[in-house]
């Protein structure tokens, strides 16, 4: 069975520092998509970041350039998140995404496996 659980959320305030991972199991992800993405209540899930398999391709949302980084350890089959200086408007719930393709995730319908989500809160 495929799990994608993510973990490295929580308070923090405006200007902070978060770094997000989210461990894969059940197959391995190395040469396939993934991605973040966020969601708050009433709004759809928003892409934020995808990094391809590996070439290690990635493309972020403009909301989120030169703030936030992605990248992903093969040998541990995890994926992380950066993120620094952080805003208000960056509160939401952070999903893990994953496809079985080798090209960068920034889709939902290219999405295979979901994680839980973690919560992000940023205070101001």
């Known amino acids: 069975q495929v799990q994608l659980v993510e973990s490295g959320g929580g308070l923090v305030q405006a200007g902070g520092s978060l770094r997000l991972s989210c461990a894969a199991s059940?197959?391995?992800?190395?040469?396939?998509?993934m991605a973040w993405f966020r969601q708050t209540p009433g709004k759809e899930r928003d892409f934020v970041a995808g990094?391809?398999?590996?070439?290690?391709?990635?493309r972020y949302a403009d909301s989120v350039v030169g703030r936030f980084t992605i990248s992903r350890d093969n040998a541990k089959n995890t994926l992380y998140l950066q993120m620094n200086s952080l805003k208000p408007e960056d509160t939401a719930v952070y999903y893990c995404?994953?496809?079985?393709?080798?090209?960068?995730?920034?889709?939902?319908?290219?999405?295979?496996?979901w994680g839980q989500g973690t919560q992000v809160t940023v205070s101001s």
């Open positions: 990094i391809s398999g590996s070439s290690g391709i990635t």
């Open positions: 995404a994953a496809s079985l393709r080798t090209f960068v995730l920034v889709t939902r319908s290219q999405a295979s496996y």
């Open positions: 059940g197959r391995t992800f190395s040469g396939f998509g």
